[in-house]
């Protein structure tokens, strides 16, 4: 048997007359929001916008779209008798693709008009079973809020998804993508018992998660938290060593004669100057790829990151107070460095550990 030709979408439709009486009602029970679109089965009912509920922010939704002057596409609360019909022709006639008689379809608009001019809300005195609700926090308790869905919302995001695919398709352009849709089942076995605006519904847009950069990842982790200090582990072992064998050669402790201070500056000049080379280096990285910063990089470094961490990075960043601060923090990292080789660790006291942040605070300032 031939199957019968799908209608042409440039052909007009055709009209099908209906009593003036089944319009007026079912353009009074129009909606935005449908509880229908949450479950088929769910009790008629929905919410409908008023102009003056419109907002004026930079996303899509229906009240921004009422907002920027488009009023979205509304549907019906249920499916009876031919109020499918109605509310499609009511469409038809919206778009300017209608084939009624130009008497009535001015009669039709002006009845639609007076009808959705204001908001209304239908069966929401209580939340049918087969509805969802979430619990949103809100002065120190919970709001229970059911999602509807708009589909005149969908009607239009369809509408300019199809046009931006189509003209992909006549004049190929390399820096714009297709926006692909999924198929998504709504409305069971019959889709009308959901809303006239379910076709659209059912192709929601597909977007993918961006792939993970670990260098991203890593150049945002060094803005937002600083440098983190690493010891350099072959510096430490060589003053560890040099600690040992001073004790070794006079009886367990370190002489404070004048050579042994010197020698012990060369040490820690060597260490804090390596890690002051980490900070360096930290701070090319960010420069070189300051474009992808927060605000292009300005500061170079989180201004709620540690300070010692800020600074280390950038030096613009040390206030009268850092190098104070940064000698007592490498100073405590040094004294508490554990080798776990099996030999010496460092033996420290705290008079030990303020000649430390001495000596490390004379390097940095």
Not at 13 to 29: F, I
Not at 167 to 181: N, Q, Y
Not at 285 to 310: I, T, Y
Request: aromatic share 6%; net charge positive.
């Amino acid at each position: 048997m031939a199957r019968s030709r799908k209608p042409d979408a440039s052909e007009s439709p055709e009209w099908v007359a209906l009593p003036h009486e089944l319009y007026a009602a079912t353009c009074a029970e129009l909606v935005t929001f449908s509880h229908k679109t949450v479950n088929s089965n769910a009790p008629p009912g929905g919410i409908r916008l008023a102009p003056e509920q419109g907002l004026k922010l930079p996303y899509v939704s229906a009240r921004t779209l009422l907002g920027a002057g488009e009023v979205p596409a509304l549907d019906y609360i249920a499916n009876a008798g031919k109020t499918a019909t109605a509310v499609k022709q009511l469409n038809q006639l919206r778009e300017g693709r209608a084939t009624a008689p130009a008497d009535e379809a001015e009669r039709i608009l002006t009845t639609l008009t007076e009808a959705t001019a204001r908001g209304t809300r239908i069966g929401t005195d209580k939340v049918s079973l087969r509805a969802r609700q979430l619990l949103l926090p809100k002065e120190g308790g919970y709001v229970a809020v059911t999602p509807l869905t708009a589909g005149g919302v969908n009607r239009k995001l369809r509408a300019q998804v199809r046009q931006h695919n189509e003209r992909l398709k006549e004049v190929p352009d390399d820096t714009r993508r297709r926006i692909p849709v999924a198929v998504f089942g709504l409305g069971g076995a019959n889709p009308q018992n959901v809303g006239s605006l379910v076709r659209d519904m059912q192709r929601p847009l597909v977007f993918f998660a961006p792939t993970e950069n670990r260098q991203v990842q890593a150049l945002l982790a060094l803005y937002f938290q600083g440098v983190r200090i690493r010891l350099p582990r072959p510096l430490l072992r060589a003053f560890r060593d040099w600690c040992a064998d001073c004790r070794r050669r006079h009886k367990g402790s370190i002489p404070t004669n004048m050579a042994t201070r010197d020698e012990e500056i060369v040490h820690i000049r060597r260490i804090a100057r390596a890690v002051l080379a980490q900070g360096e280096a930290a701070r090319q990285r960010l420069l070189a790829q300051r474009e992808l910063l927060p605000a292009g990089g300005s500061p170079l470094v989180f201004a709620e990151a540690d300070p010692v961490r800020r600074g280390l990075v950038d030096p613009e960043l040390r206030d009268k107070d850092w190098p104070r601060a940064f000698a007592l923090q490498l100073a405590g990292l040094i004294a508490d460095y554990r080798f776990s080789d099996g030999q010496e660790e460092f033996q420290f006291e705290q008079a030990d550990i303020f000649e430390l942040q001495a000596m490390i605070e004379a390097v940095v300032r």
